[in-house]
């Protein structure tokens, strides 16, 4: 980057004097942005509601840790007139008021090679922090402690700290915090917040027992405070938690920061809702920690797709093909859409803001993993490089690459900036554009093997303006449709025509279907499943343990000191009359040779049955009823059990599948 002339200087200090004499009352509150916010509903080529009653102060933030190994990639950011600009003056002009800031303690091997994902060193957090200073946005400063990613998958220990005991190491923490955010302030970052840990659910620097975690938060919070003393500074400070659709634990961590009398400010919260669950419980969240705990809270990190195209051949954390929310399209209007919904909801519930994360990581090169290796590598403009191994063998060491972040950035890929971008500075008043349409989602089907495949009629169109959706009328390619033989397993596209000449296309997988509801107990409603038992006590549980599961993490589990037998059993109706397979996987121990189990089908016709006994842990049985005729368009089935005392196991994976007429 070229240092600015004093010309360039002289002038640059005109025009913000300029702009801060013209800032109306309202927007002297902007979170000091030297850059006003619009006062009225504005135009634009996305459509947004506004927000009523959102303040002008409301944080409007976005994580820009990777701009500088960006920059060195050869990266270059623009601004809307097209002209190349400094990231963080469009960032300021689009309304954002606050950049968030990651800090590695040492991201390098012995050779002094980056581990990638921004090498975000503390020279790094200082010379980004000074650029946003610049443009009138605070910095929030996030210390993950550990010398790269700390997620709920990993909270690495520094190298440095490795082998510390926890005294040894909270003093450490202590040192490093304050040594830091001293050395960030006197270099001239505005720093108006500081995160003391990332994601820290299940660790924080290597440690897992809760004592330890709140003796490093303690540690943290503690060096924060005397630095903003000692620099007579008002700096808030965050803790930052993820899984929030777990509201219990959430409450309980609040709870235990309490109880362990932890000095904290915010509480912060990872909320993509592609992984996080409804709006409905984030605002429940936030507000039970709002009302309950006192706290400030904040979205710390939240993102969404523009585009369904993966920009430097390294793959998409969310694709956007089947994996986007429902009503938001992985376009610029559905990006826009969720960003302004995110802020909505969490401000409904009394949170003080939001941080977009990493809205500037995009492509180093064109779509070419190949070609963008050696860049990556050199630079860290990657998730990670082949030298994280030296830290991390287990993850970064094996998976490393590029940027799997790029269609969710809010520039396009050659830098250009979205039109989402501009959604913080219209969350007050909102942005007006032409009706259009905006997206026909691609639907999914599936149908069972043998079975005649049954295409809808009419088909979603989300506009712009999402009052005017609708469903049209679709005509479905005749063709396609009949090249498809449904007596074999496949996966098939057909597309449609609407009556503007739009587009459709739904996608058919052909496949043995299961009809049993809940099969393996992983949704949270198990009221489809009927229990009776005999005593006053349930010897069966719906047990969260995935070592215990077939699949995924939840099973039926059953145990009891006494002899017990208990029967669980579903009725599912609205069959297709025909011929049907039933099976199971069940898995245990300890039961003698009085003890029984069967797997039973009952229809109007009579009841089929399977005998079977579990006979070690993870030695999988699958007892199968075949041919099970169903003619009224209903099957009951379940499992019976008389066991002996202290008997165990896990029931899982329940499949009922029509195989014939």
């Known amino acids: 980057m070229k240092k600015s002339s004093l010309k360039d200087s002289v002038l640059f200090t005109c025009s913000l004097l300029s702009s801060i004499l013209f800032v109306s009352c309202s927007n002297a509150e902007n979170g000091n942005s030297l850059f006003p916010l619009p006062e009225s509903r504005q135009e634009s080529s996305i459509y947004l509601d506004p927000i009523e009653n959102i303040p002008n102060d409301f944080i409007r933030g976005m994580d820009a840790s990777s701009v500088l190994v960006e920059e060195k990639s050869g990266v270059k950011y623009y601004n809307f007139a097209g002209e190349e600009e400094d990231v963080f003056k469009t960032l300021a002009e689009s309304g954002v008021n606050y950049i968030r800031l990651r ?82 302030i006197k270099e001239g970052v505005n720093v108006g917040m500081v995160q003391i840990g990332n994601e820290i ?50 409450d309980r961590t609040a709870a235990t920061l309490a109880n362990m009398k932890v000095d904290y400010d915010v509480f912060g919260l990872s909320y993509y809702p592609f992984w996080h669950g409804s709006y409905q419980n984030m605002q429940k969240v936030v507000k039970n920690l709002r009302e309950k705990y006192n706290k400030m809270v904040i979205i710390a990190e939240t993102s969404y797709c523009y585009t369904s195209e993966d920009g430097d051949g390294f793959g998409n954390s969310i694709s956007g093909k089947g994996d986007t929310v429902p009503g938001y399209p992985a376009t ?24 977009y994360w990493e809205g500037v990581w995009i492509p180093v090169g064109k779509c070419d993993r190949e070609a963008n290796t050696p860049i990556w590598e050199k630079y860290g403009s990657g998730w990670a490089t082949s030298y994280s191994k030296d830290y991390d063998p287990e993850d970064a060491g094996l998976y490393y690459g590029g940027c799997s972040w790029d269609n969710q950035a809010l520039f396009d890929f050659e830098g250009h900036p979205l039109p989402s971008l501009n959604v913080f500075k219209y969350l007050r008043y909102g942005s007006s554009a032409p009706l259009r349409v905006d997206d026909v989602p691609d639907l999914y089907t599936s149908c069972n093997v043998g079975s005649q495949i049954s295409l809808p009629e009419k088909v979603p169109v989300i506009y712009n303006d999402r ?86 993490d939840t099973s039926l589990h059953f145990w009891a000191a006494d002899n017990f037998a208990f029967t669980v059993e579903q009725k599912v109706t609205g069959l297709e009359n025909g011929s049907y397979r039933l099976f199971l996987y069940a898995q245990g121990g300890d039961a003698k040779k009085e003890s029984t189990m069967e797997l039973y089908a009952k229809t109007k016709d009579g009841e089929q049955k399977e005998s079977f006994m579990v006979t070690g842990w993870k030695d999988w049985k699958k007892p199968t009823i075949q041919n099970i005729k169903v003619t009224d368009g209903t099957l009951t089935f379940g499992v019976r059990t008389k066991l002996n005392a202290k008997a165990w196991g896990t029931f899982d994976d329940f499949t009922l599948n029509r195989i014939g007429d």
């Open 467 to 552: 009052s005017k959706n609708t469903e049209v009328s679709v005509e479905w390619n005749k063709g396609e449709l009949e090249s498809i033989d449904t007596k074999q397993e496949g996966d098939y596209t057909i597309t449609g025509k609407l009556e503007d000449g739009s587009e459709a296309k739904i996608h058919v997988s052909i496949k043995m279907l299961n009809f049993v509801k809940n099969p393996s107990f992983e949704e949270e409603d198990t009221s489809v499943w009927k229990i009776d038992f005999a005593g006053e006590k349930n010897p069966a549980d719906f047990q969260k343990k995935a070592d215990d599961a077939h699949s995924g």
């Open 103 to 184: 800090v590695w303690n040492d991201p390098y091997d012995s050779n002094g090679r980056g581990y990638g994902g921004g090498n975000n060193d503390l020279a790094t957090a200082i010379e980004l922090g000074k650029r946003a200073t610049k443009y009138g946005m605070k910095v929030f400063i996030d210390f993950h402690y550990s010398d790269f990613w700390a997620d709920p998958k990993r909270q690495l220990a520094p190298k440095a700290w490795k082998n510390l005991d926890i005294d040894k190491k909270a003093k450490a923490l202590e040192d490093f915090t304050k040594e830091s955010l001293t050395k960030i």
């Open 201 to 250: 659910n299940f660790g924080l620097a290597g440690e897992t027992k809760i004592i330890n975690i709140m003796k490093l938060l303690r540690s943290a919070s503690g060096a924060v405070r005397q630095v903003s003393k000692k620099l007579k500074k008002d700096i808030k400070i965050a803790v930052h938690y993820t899984q929030i659709m777990d509201s219990e634990g959430i």
């Open 332 to 355: 610029v209007q559905g990006q826009a859409w969720i960003i302004r919904d995110v802020c909505e909801k969490s401000f409904e519930a009394g949170a003080s803001g939001v941080f």
